[in-house]
């Protein structure tokens, strides 16, 4: 016991002096060190009141017995704590260091996959790229969009496949799909410009009519928007990272001339590898599908339960098509991706660069049979797929 104690006396003994040392070097400096409250505020929000009542804990035994911890000692630990907030790495998370230094990786930090499909990694985690190297975008010197190649539009497209489920929504018009990146496009199409794949034309904006013309088939009464979103940022000269607000002002006025929707589809595609977004069957060829779940919106549980149980059905109808349902928080991106207008809204990626239009339509067309075989089921059963949407 009493080598413990000296122990302890010497290491309070080094701190100690530490500290007098910095405090003397910030006063000859003439620097004066002051604690923000909002600097407090932004470190305690790391904290999980877990890890709290784990420290607490250690003085009162009682509430170890009550309230069950983490086990990850790493980070319910004081030391734990004060090294993550001192350099932003968690301990035991190597992503958190990585994420530093590779690009993309950083993203893992704040997002999870809530269900991931075959042969999902790290790797696969949704990154969002800007088309033009500047901050602000201006129609007087953006960069010229390039012109298709020669397989591009006279490249013929598969007619859409025959509905295999067919429910009614009796007339109504329930579902809305847009593209807030609406020209986002695939090497087959076009030719790259710095880290942009885009087309004004040959994009996903295609293949987002091509959903909402096969629900229609489909009996799921659907609207799709015409609006090409990266012009109206032009004109206006706003930053492209605006895009999700110049697309929530379309969506919001899709609802005000239609309040019968309720289902929002916002169609994109992704960067991943081909060997990731790909995926043949019965001898057709798929842009595989990845759900993106914001957790800026406050009720992103139900939307996400709606992602999770499309992908569960998906995994039934087109095995593997779907990549899982990933969920994005604050930290990263937008976070939000206009979802808090229903639950009943997803952000979808359809493929990836190395994919083929004609793969994503065929997606499209598999997209559909899944959600009408899924808004089939909910007839069945007499209620509606999601619960009510949020108040507009």
Avoid: C
Avoid at 1 to 18: C, D, E, K, N, P
Avoid at 131 to 139: G, T
Avoid at 174 to 183: D, E, L, M
Avoid at 252 to 264: C, D, I, P, Q
Wanted: hydrophobic share 35%; no cysteine.
């Amino acid at each position: 016991m009493a080598s413990l104690i000296q122990r302890q006396f010497v290491v309070l003994s080094f701190i100690t002096a530490f500290l007098f040392v910095i405090t003397g070097v910030l006063s000859l400096g003439g620097n004066r060190l002051i604690i923000a409250s909002s600097a407090v505020q932004q470190a305690a929000t790391h904290v999980s009141s877990l890890a709290i009542l784990g420290w607490m804990g250690q003085e009162i035994p009682v509430l170890n017995e009550t309230v069950q911890t983490t086990s990850d000692r790493r980070t319910n630990s004081v030391t734990g704590f004060l090294f993550q907030l001192a350099t932003s790495i968690q301990p035991g998370d190597l992503r958190s260091l990585l994420g530093r230094e590779l690009p993309g990786m950083v993203t893992t930090e704040d997002a999870r996959f809530v269900v991931a499909g075959k042969g999902a990694t790290l790797a696969d985690f949704y990154v969002e790229y800007p088309p033009h190297p500047k901050q602000v975008i201006d129609a007087s010197d953006a960069i010229p969009l390039p012109q298709p190649t020669d397989t591009g539009q006279d490249k013929p497209i598969d007619e859409p496949t025959k509905p295999v489920a067919n429910p009614s929504t009796g007339g109504k018009k329930i579902v809305y799909v847009y593209n807030t990146h609406n020209r986002e496009s695939w090497y087959s199409e076009t030719k790259p410009v710095g880290t942009s794949v885009d087309h004004p034309t040959r994009n996903i904006s295609m293949v987002g009519k091509r959903l909402a013309e096969a629900l229609n088939d489909r009996g799921i009464g659907s609207d799709v928007s015409k609006d090409d979103i990266y012009q109206e940022l032009l004109n206006q000269k706003k930053d492209y990272a605006l895009s999700y607000a110049q697309s929530l002002q379309v969506v919001k006025a899709a609802v005000e001339s239609n309040r019968e929707l309720h289902y929002f589809f916002d169609l994109h595609r992704d960067t991943a590898p081909r060997d990731r977004t790909t995926v043949t069957i019965k001898g057709k060829t798929y842009a595989r599908v990845m759900f993106v779940i914001g957790k800026r919106n406050k009720s992103f549980e139900k939307n996400e339960a709606f992602a999770t149980e499309l992908h569960q059905l998906m995994e039934e109808m087109y095995p593997d098509l779907s990549r899982g349902v990933m969920e994005k928080g604050a930290k990263t991106d937008h976070g939000e991706y206009n979802q808090s207008i229903s639950p009943g809204s997803l952000l979808m990626e359809i493929g990836g660069t190395e994919n083929t239009l004609q793969e994503s339509l065929n997606t499209a067309d598999a997209m559909a049979d899944v959600f009408a075989a899924y808004y089939l089921k909910a007839e069945k059963v007499g209620k509606p797929v999601a619960d009510e949407p949020a108040k507009r």
